[in-house]
């Protein structure tokens, strides 16, 4: 049984901060792992993947993969009220396997 | 840029009934998913087709079953519908490219009463 674990929050962090999100999975096998944002009543946008362990640096965003660790994170440079949703960590087995999902960290940016 | 089209985006349906939901991928994409997101839950992954073959399972209900057609667009076929099944469900789409990113459409909003 594959297992996501975020936490759940509410994460607040003041507008123009570094916000970090973690998430850890449990299915060592796993091989492609995502980020998305969620606002309330509309569907996951895609915000980042990663496949390889080390950082990967998209705008304000970086997610960071450590397999040994089965750990993935997201940071968030900046932080903007509009920043504020529920962000989502994914993991699947590679090629076209379903998401596993954690339950989302929800995450408040102060003005 | 297109996006995932589904249709239709809300449904109200009695007990016992039947649902199709529809979805249309993003140009150019071959594979797309299906998941179901009830209240204050993430989204649960129920399968996935590559040209028109069934690719990969997650807790899809017997009651339902799902195919690919041709233009790779898919239908979600619900039967003997239960007041559990109200939920959001959500298509995503990807390429079979090495990276098979995963975009969601705006989602059906099933009710059932």
């Known amino acids: 049984q594959k297992e996501v674990e975020q936490n759940s929050g509410p994460l607040s962090v003041p507008e123009g901060a570094i916000a970090s999100l973690n998430c850890t999975y449990s299915?060592?096998?796993?091989?492609?792992f995502f980020w998305y944002r969620q606002y309330s009543g509309k569907s996951p946008e895609l915000i980042m993947s990663i496949y390889s362990n080390g950082d990967k640096e998209d705008g304000r965003f970086t997610a960071q993969l450590n397999k040994a660790s089965q750990y993935v994170s997201l940071l968030i440079r900046d932080s903007q009220p509009s920043d504020s949703a529920t962000y989502l960590c994914?993991?699947?087995?590679?090629?076209?396997?379903?998401?596993?999902f954690g339950k989302g960290t929800h995450l408040i940016i102060q003005p | 840029a297109a996006g995932v089209i589904q249709s239709p985006r809300h449904l109200i349906k009695e007990k016992r009934e039947t649902a199709t939901l529809k979805c249309y991928p993003i140009?150019?994409?071959?594979?797309v998913y299906w998941y179901q997101q009830g209240p204050g839950q993430d989204p649960q992954f129920l399968i996935s087709f590559y040209e028109k073959m069934q690719s990969d399972k997650g807790s899809i209900p017997d009651r339902f079953s799902a195919q690919q057609f041709s233009d790779y667009h898919s239908e979600l076929n619900m039967s003997s519908l239960e007041l559990g099944d109200s939920a959001l469900y959500f298509c995503a789409s990807s390429l079979s490219d090495y990276s098979y990113e995963q975009y969601f459409g705006p989602g059906t909003r099933l009710t059932v009463t």
């Open positions: 299915d060592r096998v796993s091989q492609s």
């Open positions: 140009p150019r994409h071959d594979t």
């Open positions: 994914a993991v699947s087995g590679g090629g076209a396997d379903g998401l596993t």
